[in-house]
């Protein structure tokens, strides 16, 4: 007796496969879109990500607004240029609404190569802005960056993560400038691990001395650790408060939405792209919203 074949599985493979390839070509597409709506080296931005590393080590966007961007030029690194300025993924301008052409101070956790430093610089001409970044290699592309952008005499640099302890903890690296990497225990590295600083929320605070306005948060999961172990006191005089939130074995969205209730601080958008993960603007119950 003959097998039992399946005759329209070829089809329906072959009709996957149209779909995948057509959603990856819509990406490309989209991407490119991208590219040339914001920024003006678009050309050379395109053939260097085509070639990837083979042709360049680091990629410089310049953007339709004046303020240029250099990063490692592998992914991992080049998506938050794109979710900043192509796509404005905090919404800075109406977010921080009353509080614009104000002296304010910031804190940015996980700065990253400084795309979101750099952009809040340019809105709030007046800002102070206090960054922490624990990878070494990613903070020289922040430094080069706040620099480049005339920014270094009111933006801070610290090689150090933002967790629940001062002292030193575990980086997982995922490469030169990945915007995932993020603390891990010890023994729980999949990716090179790189012993960095750490310092508490309470701390930074306490040395920057004066009252923080606005608080961005964005640490692979070390939200969770960085909030939950900070003083209440601390977060007295925040008034706006974006952060991305992660999954985590212990915590989640709920527990972190919970703890700034309490401090009178409650969202005014949520975005999930999972039960798990997504991003959260809040404000202080007790000042007028700009949403």
């Known amino acids: 007796m003959g097998a039992v074949t399946n005759p329209g599985r070829p089809a ?12 990856a070509l819509g990406r490309r597409t989209h991407r490119v879109e991208q590219t040339v709506r914001t920024f003006t ?12 590393r083979r042709l360049s080590e680091a990629v410089t966007f310049r953007t339709r607004t004046g303020l240029n ?14 979710e900043i300025f192509a796509e404005d993924c905090y919404e800075l301008e109406s977010f921080l609404g009353p509080l614009a ?19 809040l610089a ?6 102070s802005i206090y960054c922490f970044e624990p990878s070494a290699t990613t903070a020289g592309y922040l430094r080069r960056n706040i620099a480049a952008n005339g920014f270094a005499d009111r933006v801070s640099v610290e090689v150090a993560a933002v ?35 750490t310092t508490t929320f309470d701390d930074v605070v306490a040395a920057i001395g004066a009252p923080v306005d606005v608080v961005k948060i964005d640490c692979e999961g070390g939200e969770y650790d960085a909030v939950l172990a900070s003083s209440p006191a601390s977060w007295a005089s925040v008034s ?10 212990t915590y989640g969205w709920p527990q972190l939405r919970d703890w700034f209730a309490e401090l009178g601080l409650v969202p005014i958008r949520e975005s999930a792209s999972s039960p798990e993960q997504g991003a959260a603007w809040l404000v202080r119950t007790d000042q007028p919203s700009s949403s």
């Open 12 to 23: 329906l493979l072959a009709s996957r496969r149209s779909r995948l390839a057509a959603s």
């Open 41 to 52: 080296n678009w050309a050379p931005i395109l053939g260097r990500l085509g070639g990837g």
């Open 69 to 82: 961007i250099t990063c490692p030029n592998v992914p991992g690194a080049r998506i938050p240029v794109y």
């Open 101 to 119: 052409g104000r002296p304010i101070t910031v804190i940015d956790i996980g700065a990253h190569i400084g795309a979101f430093t750099c952009q």
């Open 122 to 127: 340019a809105t709030m001409p007046a800002a």
């Open 163 to 197: 967790s629940d302890t001062s002292g030193w903890g575990t980086l997982a690296d995922n490469g030169a400038g990945s915007a995932l990497n993020g603390l891990i225990s010890d023994e729980a590295s999949d990716a090179a691990a790189t012993k960095v600083a």
């Open 240 to 249: 706006r408060v974006v952060l991305e939130y992660h999954p985590h074995a």
